[in-house]
């Protein structure tokens, strides 16, 4: 038999591609996507034109006293900051404002001393709070849904307590908070700034803040890790109704009254605070100092509507659509800076 020869099959040597290591980014270019100095440079930018639309807002002391109407939707974002870090939100924060002043004006109008009125006050922001965590954690509901149901119970049952009427009569020496300084500084502010550096720490160094981040980033991964979820967030939920009594309180000293409808609106406000900050909506990112800058910010453009005497109307369009332009420009920061 003729043997048949074949050729061999030459191999083919597979092609490798040898691509350069991207160059590192020089320094400043990370430090300038990051939302805190976006938010720092807004910042500046408000100041620089609100110093032109008014001279007022050279002066360091109007800054600060225009600030107290605003101060205690910017200490309840602080923890607003940390809920939404987690992964969750809370929505009920002014509806929980207004019922545990309105607890704190009924107890003190059947009799109570005002410091067993304060007290029952700060008793029901807790249990607000654990009633919101205990949907979202046990029940496994989704926050968003939770906290607008309470949010309108919440509100609803402030009017079955004070009804349409305000509940005023309070000692001199509990009203007026806002009228109380430190030099210069309104004793609000500086309550403000304590907790926002207590917070900042507690997000920045404690092993529980990093866990929130953790949480935030992937829950699942948060379970396998060993990391108690369930009772973070609850706790989280729960520090959420406590400071939003304690504001509720404040807002109840600088008006002296308290009425169902006290903190209208303020969801809106709190939210946009924390967006402006930064802080990443589906959670796992932000910052204390984020939210801290983003007060001020809304402090100078909500004081220099006033002053330019825009209808309040107005006002609260330019709010909604700063809120909508701070979600698209934190979703297009991070992801450049995944990219």
Known sequence: MN????????????????REAAAPRPRWQVWLIRPEVVTLLL??????????????FADLGFILESSTYYIEFAIVALVLTIVIISGEIDLSPAAQMALSACLFGTAFKAGAPIPVAIGVSLLSGLAMGAFNGFFVTVLRLP?????????ILYRG????????????????????IDYRMVGIVPIPVLIFIAAS??????????IYGR????????????????IRV???????????????????????SRLGSVRYDLATGGELTMVLIVMLGG??????????????????????????????NIAINAQLTIMGLLLIVSIIATNAIYARSQR
């Open 3 to 18: 043997s048949i020869e074949k050729s061999p099959i030459p191999a083919t040597t597979p092609r490798v591609i040898v």
């Open 43 to 56: 910042l500046v930018i408000a100041a620089i034109v609100a110093t032109r639309l008014s001279p007022f």
């Open 143 to 151: 926050s968003i849904i939770v906290t607008i149901g309470t949010l």
């Open 157 to 176: 049952l402030a009017q079955v307590l004070a009804g349409d009427k305000s509940i005023s009569g309070f000692p001199s020496w509990f009203v007026g």
């Open 197 to 206: 550096i207590l917070l900042g720490l507690f997000l920045g160094i404690t």
């Open 211 to 226: 866990q929130i981040y953790q949480i935030g980033t992937s829950e699942i991964a948060a379970i396998h890790a060993g």
């Open 230 to 252: 369930r009772r973070i967030k609850m706790g989280l939920f729960i520090a959420s109704g406590l400071v939003s009594s304690i504001a509720g309180l404040m807002v109840a």
């Open 279 to 308: 802080t990443y909506i589906f959670g796992g990112r932000g910052s204390i100092l984020g939210t801290f800058l983003a007060a001020w910010l809304l402090v100078i453009i909500a004081t220099g509507m006033t002053v330019a």
